[in-house]
C-alpha cells in the first residue's frame, strides 16, 4: 500500500520526503556522534581523591592493551597524590616486549606500586614474573604460583642453537637486575628464566621472591604497612601509609574501552575478523550497490588490523589468509572444478595457524575455528556464489520488447552509468540524458544483454514501480 502511494505522489512531494528523510539521517547521525562522544567521557575515568590507594586489576596475557591499562592507572595515581598503587595481577604471560614496558613504567613511578598476585588458583608465570618481582613490595595469595620464565619456540617446542642461548641470556639478565634492585632471590629467579622452575606463595616468601603472602587486599595493605621503598628513577624512599590512607581505597579498573580492545586482542577475533572482513568485501564487489557488506567489511578489517597490531603477529599467515581470497574468487569465475577452493581452504588454514608467531596458546588461533571456517567459506565460495555467478550467464529470454517502455526508478544517480530498480530488481543501467537524480523516474528504451538504456521519464510515468 506504502508503495503504490509513493507511486501516485507529485514530484515536488517526493523531493519533500526525499529531503525529510535527507534530514533525518543527519540528525541521526549528529546523534550517534554525540552519543559515542559521550560513552567516550564515560568510560575515562577521573579520580578526584588526593592520598587514596589505587588498585589495579588486570586478569589476561601480557600485551599492548595491558601496557596502556597500567600505563593510564599509574598517571592516574601520580596526578592525585596516590598513597601507592597495588596492581592485582593473574597472566599466563605474554609478550616480552610488554613486559618490559610495564617493568619500566613500574620503574619510574613516583608512587609505590605493589603487585598482589591474586585471586588464590591464580598465576604470575612467564612474563608475569618479571612484573611481580618488579614490584616494590610483592605479595601473592594462598595458593598462586610465580616462575616458569624460559624462553620457548612458536611452537612451544625448544629454541635451540645460538638463538635460545641469546634469547635466555638477555631474558635473564634482566630478571637478575629486576631482583637485586628489589632486593630479591636473584639466584631462584635466573633458575625461573634458564631452568623454568616455578613456586607456590608459600615457597616464594621462604625463597625471598616475593615478600609475603596476603590472603585479602585488606592483608596486602596491614603488611606493607610501614615499609620503605626507593620509588622514581631517583629513588627516593618513601614509607607506606596505606591502612588510614585519606582518601581510602579506590579502584581503577579497565574502562569500557579497553576491555573492547581486550577482546580485540583475542586471536581467535583476529583471524575471524580478518576472514569474515575479506569475503564481505568480495560480496560487495559481485553485488555492488548494496553497501552493507562493504561497510562491514571494511570496519572489520580496520579492527583486525588493530587486532593484530597488539599480537605478534606472523605477516606470512596474514598473506596466506589473502591468498585463500584470491584463490576463492578463482573459483567463481573460472570454472576450477573445486580445485581452487580446496587451494583457498588449504591457505586459509596454513595463514590461520601462522597467524600468530608466539609459543603462548593464549595467542594462538584455535585448530577448530580454523579447520570450520575454512571448510564453511569453501562450501559457501563453490556452492552459493558459484550458483550465483552461474545464473548471471543464463541468457535472458524475455527479450528487448518485454522491457522497453517500462518505467523504473533510479536508485544511483546516473553519470551516466549507475542502478534501477524494475520489476523487483536492480538493474545495471546507462542513462542517455545523464546525469539523473537518485530517485528519479526514467524510461527503458533499449536492452543490451543484462544492461538497460533509459532516459528521463515524465511523472505520469512513474506508476506502480514502488521503492
Given amino acids: 500500500m506504502a508503495f503504490e502511494i509513493l507511486a501516485t505522489c507529485p514530484r515536488s512531494a517526493l523531493r519533500a520526503l526525499r529531503s525529510g528523510l535527507a534530514s533525518r539521517r543527519r540528525r541521526l547521525t549528529l546523534a550517534v556522534a554525540l ?32 601496557v596502556g591499562y597500567i600505563d593510564r592507572g599509574i598517571d592516574e595515581a601520580e596526578r ?61 595469595a594462598p595458593s598462586t604460583v610465580i616462575g616458569a620464565a624460559s624462553p620457548v619456540g612458536s611452537g612451544g617446542e625448544d629454541i635451540g642453537g645460538t ?101 580485540l586482542s583475542n586471536p581467535n577475533i583476529a583471524f575471524l575478523l580478518l576472514s569474515l572482513g575479506a569475503a564481505a568485501i568480495f560480496l560487495e564487489l559481485l553485488n555492488p550497490g548494496i553497501f552493507v557488506p562493504g561497510i562491514f567489511g571494511v570496519i572489520a578489517l580496520v579492527l583486525a588490523f588493530f587486532s593484530l597490531g597488539t599480537l605478534p603477529t606472523n605477516w606470512a599467515g596474514v598473506a596466506l589468509i589473502g591468498l585463500a581470497f584470491v584463490l576463492f574468487a578463482a573459483e567463481v569465475f573460472v570454472s576450477g572444478f573445486g580445485v581452487l577452493a580446496i587451494g583457498g581452504a588449504v591457505s586459509l588454514i596454513l595463514g590461520g595457524i601462522l597467524l600468530t608467531s608466539s609459543s603462548n596458546p593464549e595467542f594462538q588461533v584455535n585448530r577448530w575455528l580454523i579447520y570450520g571456517l575454512a571448510v564453511t567459506l569453501a562450501a559457501f565460495f563453490v556452492l552459493v556464489m558459484g550458483a550465483l555467478m552461474s545464473s548471471r550467464k543464463v541468457p535472458v529470454y524475455m527479450g528487448a520488447p518485454t522491457l522497453v517502455g517500462r518505467p523504473a526508478v533510479t536508485r544511483s544517480r546516473l553519470e551516466p552509468e549507475g542502478i534501477v530498480f524494475l520489476d523487483g530488481v536492480r538493474w545495471q543501467a546507462e542513462a542517455e540524458d545523464a546525469p539523473i537524480e537518485d ?5 527503458v528504451t533499449d536492452v543490451h544483454g543484462l544492461k538497460l538504456t533509459v532516459r528521463r521519464g515524465d511523472a505520469d510515468e512513474q506508476d506502480n514501480e514502488g521503492a
Avoid at 83 to 94: F, H, I, N, Q
Avoid at 108 to 124: E, L
Avoid at 439 to 443: F, I, N
Fill in 80 to 140: 592525585s597524590d596516590a598513597r601507592a598503587v597495588v596492581l592485582r595481577l593473574d597472566t599466563p604471560g605474554g609478550l616480552v616486549s610488554s613486559m618490559a614496558k610495564i617493568v619500566k613504567r613500574i620503574n619510574a613511578s613516583k608512587v609505590p606500586v605493589i603487585v598482589y598476585v591474586s585471586p588464590s588458583g591464580g598465576q604470575a608465570a612467564s612474563a608475569g614474573t618479571f612484573i611481580t618481582m618488579a614490584g616494590h613490595v610483592a605479595a601473592m
Fill in 35 to 66: 552519543l559515542l562522544l559521550g560513552l567516550l567521557v564515560a568510560c575515562a575515568p577521573s579520580i578526584s581523591e588526593r592520598e587514596a590507594v589505587h588498585v589495579l586489576t588486570y586478569d589476561g596475557t601480557v600485551d599492548p592493551v595491558m
Fill in 163 to 263: 638463538l635460545e642461548e641469546k634469547i635466555t641470556n638477555d631474558l635473564a639478565a634482566l630478571i637478575v637486575g629486576i631482583a637485586e634492585e628489589r632486593g630479591r632471590n636473584a639466584e631462584w629467579a635466573e633458575q625461573a628464566v634458564r631452568e623454568a622452575i616455578a613456586a607456590n606463595s608459600r615457597e616464594a616468601v621462604e625463597l625471598n621472591v616475593v615478600d609475603f603472602e596476603a590472603p585479602t587486599l585488606d592483608s596486602v595493605l596491614e603488611q606493607a604497612e610501614g615499609r620503605t621503598v626507593r620509588v622514581g628513577e631517583a629513588g627516593e624512599p618513601v614509607t607506606l601509609r596505606l591502612v588510614d590512607a585519606p582518601g581510602g581505597v579506590v579502584f581503577n579498573n579497565p574502562t569500557l574501552i579497553e576491555q573492547f580492545l581486550a577482546i
Fill in 439 to 443: 530517485g528519479a523516474s526514467v524510461v
